[in-house]
């Protein structure tokens, strides 16, 4: 059972932004300081990645732990109430981002997915976009 009112718990989550989030933010950062030149949230790509380097081909999506279910991650905590309805809203963006991924793939993109919790190591972050950069496949 939830211990806050409905009125407040739809208060809470309609605060939860789904662009311009600080570790998104940290990402476009982290390229901008090494030189890359992107562009944010292209809505004529498949899925609207957050960050697209057009002239790389690669798209990459920062997740956040919990709403995209990181395996083995604290971040991606179960909620004990509505247990059904958690689970199905996290199995729909989980699939819903695989069918984006092949999609773009498929039109001929690299696809990057940067976790919310590996933020914290920018040097990571940075290496597997020049791994994915330097690949003719991706």
Request: charged share 30%.
């Amino acid at each position: 059972m939830d211990i806050i009112s409905k009125e407040k718990r739809s208060w809470n989550m309609s605060r939860i932004k789904s662009k311009n989030t600080k570790p998104e933010i940290l990402v476009r950062s982290l390229l901008h300081r090494a030189g890359y030149r992107f562009r944010l949230h292209v809505k004529d790509l498949p899925g609207t990645p957050d960050i697209v380097l057009p002239r790389h081909e690669l798209a990459i999506f920062v997740h956040g732990c919990f709403w995209h279910r990181h395996s083995n991650c604290k971040f991606a905590y179960q909620p004990k109430s509505r247990t059904d309805f958690w689970a199905a809203k996290f199995r729909n963006n989980v699939e819903r981002h695989r069918k984006v991924v092949m999609q773009l793939q498929e039109l001929g993109w690299k696809v990057i997915l940067v976790w919310e919790c590996e933020t914290s190591d920018s040097n990571k972050i940075l290496t597997r976009i020049a791994d994915a950069l330097s690949s003719r496949t991706g």
